[in-house]
């Protein structure tokens, strides 16, 4: 069984894949955090808590 920090790394991780998808199809300007967090499937809010905002 993982534990509770590896799934942490591992949700972030796929938020982050989930990210520069959206940042490639739509370019970095063309790209807000509201596009960011529904690519990732949750809210701006748990996007940039998840992220500590390093992908904004």
């Known amino acids: 069984m993982r534990t ?3 799934q942490h790394n591992e949700r ?3 938020m982050m ?3 520069f998808e959206c940042y490639a199809e739509n370019g970095l300007t063309g ?3 509201k596009a960011l967090a529904a690519a990732c499937g949750c ?4 996007l940039m808590l998840e992220q500590n905002t390093n992908l904004l």
Request: one cysteine or more; aromatic letters at 0%; proline letters at 0%.
């Open 17 to 19: 894949e989930k990210c």
């Open 12 to 14: 972030k991780r796929e």
């Open 4 to 6: 509770t920090e590896e």
């Open 43 to 46: 809210t701006t809010g748990i």
């Open 31 to 33: 790209t807000g955090i």
